[in-house]
């Protein structure tokens, strides 16, 4: 098992940037496929990025990308988000998300450990 704890969220105006931290536990961090989902207030939970085990493959929902990146190191046993050019439209609850079957997972937002989430708020 793998437990998640996400950092990092905050307030920024328009056109700002953050970058998002997820901490994993346990010494298989490695094993695990990661990526970040998102949920707007009203709005259904969607996929935002994933990242697969060694990190050489990148997903990316459409309305990130070029604006977000997303990466891992695997020695600290953590997951980034890094968010540039945000918009109001961006203002969401994101939760980090871990798979041990593949990035798929976290793309079809079936992944089976979840963090808490961290509230992102962009004004304009």
């Known amino acids: 098992q793998v437990q998640v704890v996400e950092s990092g969220g905050g307030s920024v105006q328009a056109g700002g940037s953050l970058r998002l931290s997820c901490a994993a536990s346990?010494?298989?961090?490695?094993?695990?496929?990661m990526g970040w989902l998102r949920q707007a207030p009203g709005k259904e939970r969607e996929f935002v990025a994933a990242?697969?085990?060694?990190?050489?493959?990148?997903y990316y929902a459409d309305f990130v990308k070029g604006r977000f990146t997303v990466s891992r190191n695997n020695a600290k046993n953590t997951v980034y988000l890094q968010m540039n050019s945000l918009s109001p439209e961006d203002t969401a609850v994101y939760y980090c998300?871990?798979?041990?079957?593949?990035?798929?997972?976290?793309?079809?937002?079936?992944?089976?450990?979840w963090g808490q989430g961290t509230q992102v708020t962009v004004s304009s």
């Open positions: 990242i697969t085990l060694g990190g050489g493959t990148l």
């Open positions: 346990g010494r298989t961090f490695s094993l695990y496929a």
């Open positions: 998300a871990a798979s041990r079957l593949s990035a798929n997972a976290i793309v079809t937002m079936t992944s089976d450990y």
